[in-house]
């Protein structure tokens, strides 16, 4: 291996990464990987050290070769929040009544048809948070048994599959771009945000952020956390702008939509 790109690409193949992985990383496009790797061209001179921590060996070796090259890494199971399938090698539900053009949740699945290569919707049904009624026609409900009206698709977001699976723990195919209303959950979320809410992740799996259906008359994104050691089970409901006014609720008392795996907010 007489080359930077050599090194990079065998470096990067013992991790057990993918170009994807690494650009992902980096928040970059793949071929700045691929030029990389072919000698096209080269990393800015910052990026080279979080380069050999990330691959597990030295500046030296990428650089030089000097040292011993990276050892092959055993491959390890990614842990995430949805542990007892694979959303995406599920086959979709259908509903014989859809027309593809809004975006729906169909026995706890989003039901999709982009029309980009991998966008994912933004949709009118929005979390609420607090502060302000909301028009009947912003509101979503999640009916048990899934909801099959659809939410118009206000926009498409094209991001990254690898990211949204190695960086959010989520499920490409499964995410759903809400706006946010609403001021309870500040700072944490701000109003005018744009939550990615993973519908696949619809059960409690630990403390986090969740839209939440109670039966109120919007969707609400709250942070929920089990009370330790109660039979039936009891989670907390917090609002992060009042985080000592805590609803406790039944597990039968509501129903998670998705978990909030990410956020675009303005700076």
């Known amino acids: 291996m007489e080359t930077f790109g050599e090194r990079l690409a065998f470096a990067r193949r013992q991790k057990g990464m993918t170009q994807d992985d690494v650009a992902a990383r980096f928040h970059i496009n793949r071929v700045n990987i691929s030029q990389w790797e072919s000698n096209t061209t080269n990393p800015e001179t910052p990026r080279i050290p979080a380069l050999a921590e990330m691959l597990e060996t030295t500046v030296d070796w990428l650089l030089s070769g000097t040292g011993t090259p990276p050892a092959k890494q055993p491959k390890r199971k990614k842990e995430t929040l949805v542990s007892s399938y694979d959303p995406d090698k599920v086959e979709r539900d259908s509903d014989p009544d859809w027309d593809g053009t809004g975006a729906g949740v169909i026995d706890g699945r989003l039901s999709y048809s982009p029309k980009l290569p991998g966008g994912m919707p933004e949709t009118a049904a929005s979390p609420g948070m607090g502060l302000g009624r909301i028009d009947d026609g912003r509101a979503a409900r999640l009916v048990t048994g899934g909801i099959a009206t659809g939410h118009p698709v206000l926009n498409e977001w094209v991001i990254p599959p690898s990211y949204v699976r190695n960086a959010l723990d989520a499920s490409p195919s499964q995410v759903m771009i809400m706006p946010v209303i609403g001021h309870s959950m500040e700072p944490m979320l ?14 409690w799996v630990g403390d986090a952020v969740y839209v939440i259906d109670d039966g109120d008359t919007v969707l609400r994104a709250k942070t929920v956390k089990k009370v330790t050691a109660s039979t039936p089970p009891q989670y907390r409901i917090v609002s992060e ?18 978990r909030v795996v990410g956020r675009f907010t303005r700076m």
């Open 190 to 203: 701000k109003a005018n945000d744009r939550v990615l809410v993973d519908i696949s992740q619809n059960a």
């Open 241 to 258: 702008a009042a985080p000592e006014e805590v609803e406790i609720l039944n597990a039968d008392q509501f129903k998670i939509v998705g």
